[in-house]
Nanobody
Framework: QVQLVESGGGLVQAGGSLRLSCAAS????????MGWFRQAPGKEREFAAA????????SYADSVKGRFTISRGNAKGAVYLQMNSLKPEDTGVYYC???????????????WGQGTQVTVSS
């Protein structure tokens, strides 16, 4: 059984920071690209950031570029999302996902976590 578990969400004021973590278990994800996606209330799930299996390549949505940083941890399958200068529009449920492809397409990811809530107040 594949498990992706996110943590680190919470309530912060605009301009604040949060660090999301994703732990993978049940399958080897060392050769998988990892991504972070988010879904605002009433909106479709959208791409936020992705990282290749080696960690050498990253991709960011324009809306988060320069503020968010995705990285892989020392533990295989672990991925983090450092979110700085948070804005109210960053509010939503953030999901960790894994797929063999390095892609920004939400529909391409086959494995998903349960999500963690991020709320940014103004």
């Amino acid at each position: 059984q594949v498990q992706l578990v996110e943590s680190g969400g919470g309530l912060v004021q605009a301009g604040g920071s949060l660090r999301l973590s994703c732990a993978a278990s049940g399958r080897t994800f060392s050769n998988y690209a990892m991504g972070w996606f988010r879904q605002a209330p009433g909106k479709e799930r959208e791409f936020a950031a992705a990282i290749s299996w080696s960690g050498s390549s990253t991709s960011y949505a324009d809306s988060v570029k320069g503020r968010f940083t995705i990285s892989r941890g020392n533990a295989k399958g672990a991925v983090y999302l450092q979110m700085n200068s948070l804005k109210p529009e960053d509010t939503g449920v953030y999901y960790c996902a894994a797929d063999p492809k390095f892609t920004t397409r939400v529909t391409a990811y086959g494995y998903w976590g349960q999500g963690t809530q991020v709320t940014v107040s103004s």
